[in-house]
């Protein structure tokens, strides 16, 4: 069973950074795909970021060049430094995670950013 911890979210004001951190319970070199998702207030779940083993990156346009997604394997945690952020980046963050047969989610964690 995985089980995936997510930290490091919280309140900010606009301009300010964080950096949320997702902990699996096995080894992330198995996930081919891992990635971050969010859930705003009365909206879709969308796609933030995701990483591949390779390290290849692909960013959603409103986050591109303030986001930055990471995976250190050794440390079986995947990572997103958020910087700048803005009112609208006011969400619930979910860190996905995906082997050759299933998709994995986090539980999410809260990302609230005042203006």
């Known amino acids: 069973q995985v089980q995936l911890v997510e930290s490091g979210g919280g309140s900010v004001q606009a301009g300010g950074s964080l950096t949320l951190s997702c902990a699996s319970s096995?080894?992330?070199?198995?996930?081919?795909?891992a990635g971050w998702y969010r859930q705003g207030p009365g909206k879709q779940r969308e796609m933030v970021a995701l990483i591949s083993n390779s390290g290849s990156t692909i960013y959603a346009d409103s986050v591109k060049g303030r986001f930055t997604i990471s995976r250190d394997n050794a440390k079986n945690t995947v990572y997103l430094q958020m910087n700048s952020l803005k009112p609208e980046d006011t969400a619930v963050y979910y860190c996905w995670l995906r082997d050759s047969t299933r998709d994995y989610w986090g539980q999410g964690i809260q990302v609230s950013v005042s203006s």
């Open positions: 096995t080894n992330t070199f198995r996930f081919n795909g």
